[in-house]
Every structure is written in structure tokens, then in C-alpha cells.
């Protein structure tokens, strides 16, 4: 009996051994565990990546979504960039100036209030 084994399978070979079934059955079950946290190993790498000592919260979640959202188009070189993508960056200073503001008379508000 001779077995092409380029083009075999565990389900064309399995058959040809019916007094190996407990030992393809073991196979078929090491081949379906997981080979290890690939996915989660590879958000610590890319949090390691974006990582700025003192950076805050909100910095992170948002290179991480910007990460992601460039990835999920395809990498940097498949990034569609439209019109209100660039309108959004050019206004960004001013959101954030808006944001320190808004900040600001809330703590000046909460400082009032513990009077």
C-alpha cells in the first residue's frame, strides 16, 4: 500500500488503518487544540509598540484604534484617505482645545462645589 503524501489527509489515510482508530482519533484531537494565544500575544506586541511612558488612557485606545483601522483597510499603503478625513485632522487642535476647556470649568465647577 502506498500513500502519495503530498496529497493525503488525515481522512483519506485514518481509513486504510482500522486497527489504529484510538491513535487517529488522539491525532485528530492534538491537531484541533489551540497552538497558543497568537491573537492576544500579538495585542500585547502591538500595545508594546504604541506604548509612550506617562501616556494616558485615552491616548492609547486611540492609537490602538487608529492602529487597527489602518490595518483593517489594508495597511498604510491601501488607506483610502477621504476629504472628511482631512477635514477632521485639520480640526483637531481645535476639538482639542475645546476638550482642555470643557475640562477645565469642571474641575473649577467640582472645586466650587467642595466649598
Known sequence: MEIDLPTCSLQTVLPLFPHYTELGNF?????????????????????????????????????KLVYDSVMNAGGVEKLQISKSLIHYAKNVRERYKEAQKSLQCEEEFSQNEAR
Open 27 to 63: 491525532i485528530k484531537i492534538i491537531l484541533t487544540l489551540s497552538h497558543g494565544n497568537v491573537a492576544l500575544e500579538r495585542g500585547f506586541s502591538i500595545n508594546k509598540e504604541v506604548l509612550i511612558e506617562n501616556m494616558k488612557e485615552e491616548s492609547i485606545t486611540a492609537r
